[in-house]
């Protein structure tokens, strides 16, 4: 009884660990994502620009 109690003490500490391990991953590809946004209206803007040059 006691093993199985501390295996599933282990699952769960695994699986808060992945969880934990994803929510960082969102977060950086969440400000990876705005970062490359803004590059291209950058971009977007100076193509403009040396188009009517």
């Given at each position: 009884?006691i ?13 808060q ?6 929510e ?26 040396t188009?009517?040059?």
């Open positions: 009884m093993k199985n109690r501390e295996s599933a003490a282990r699952s769960r500490a695994r699986k660990a992945y969880t934990h391990e994803l960082n991953k969102v977060s950086r590809l969440e400000e990876e994502n705005e970062r490359l946004r803004r590059q291209k209206v950058s971009l977007c803007f100076l193509n403009k620009l188009y009517y040059i």
